[in-house]
């Protein structure tokens, strides 16, 4: 469903640590806006909602709505250094913006 690199893996365990949310799985969720394009929302969440489905991946609790299973399909969380930030990244082939990262 989702694939986490190891880099992301890392930083959320490292965010759950740190909040003190170490119990509460990862709850993300996408919301297609008036363009077609996607926005990406997450946050550690222990509520369970009608419809949610749960997973593991690389030992970090996943919680998707029922909306968003079909848009993750084939998803890819990264966490990367973007212009000297990091920040988590996420590749979808499902959103109409997508661009395959290319090498420099």
């Known amino acids: 469903m989702i694939k986490i690199t190891d880099a992301a893996a890392k930083q959320v365990a490292i965010s759950q640590e740190q909040m003190g949310s170490e119990p509460m799985p990862l709850r993300i969720a996408i919301k297609v806006m008036p363009d077609g394009s996607f926005h990406y929302n997450m946050g550690f969440?222990?509520?369970?909602?009608p419809g949610d489905k749960t997973f593991t991946e690389k030992n970090i609790n996943l919680v998707v709505d029922a909306a968003s299973i079909p848009l993750i399909t084939g998803m890819t969380?990264?966490?990367?250094?973007?212009d000297g930030k990091h920040e988590i990244v996420f590749l979808n082939p499902n959103d109409p913006n997508y661009k395959p990262p290319t090498e420099d």
Not at 45 to 49: A, E, K
Not at 77 to 82: A, G, H, K, L, N
Request: net charge negative; proline share 0%.
């Open 45 to 49: 969440d222990d509520h369970q909602r």
């Open 77 to 82: 969380m990264d966490y990367v250094e973007i």
